[in-house]
Nanobody, 125 residues
């Protein structure tokens, strides 16, 4: 079955960096759209970045462009999210989500049927 396993969250001071990783398995296709979302307690899912595993074309939330970088490793079937210059407002639980097909931009969380377990990112000031 499809599984998404995340790693890499943690605590960091403002201005620091973290890299999140999402290993995807179980899809019967190589064409997979993986999107990172984040959620604060009581809040909605916010799309952060997305990438198609085959093309590698990235999409970003406008507010995060330039600080966050999404990439994929096709051989390892993993998608990483490099987060630089972190701010306290980046504090959230981060989730990777996947669906078959290409990414065409950031999409609603409701369009993704497969989710990782979430990893917490805490940025202190």
């Amino acid at each position: 079955q499809v599984q998404l396993v995340e790693s890499g969250g943690g605590s960091v001071q403002a201005g620091g960096s973290l890299t999140l990783s999402c290993v995807v398995s179980g899809f019967t296709t190589d064409v997979i759209c993986v999107e990172w979302f984040r959620q604060v307690p009581g809040g909605e899912f916010e799309g952060v970045a997305a990438i198609t595993t085959t093309s590698g074309i990235p999409f970003y939330a406008n507010s995060l462009r330039g600080r966050f970088t999404i990439s994929r490793n096709r051989a390892k079937r993993s998608v990483s999210l490099q987060m630089n210059s972190l701010k306290p407002e980046d504090t959230a639980t981060y989730y990777c989500a996947a669906r078959s097909g290409v990414c065409v931009g950031l999409r609603s969380s409701q369009e993704f049927g497969y989710w990782g377990q979430g990893t917490q990112v805490i940025v202190s000031s």
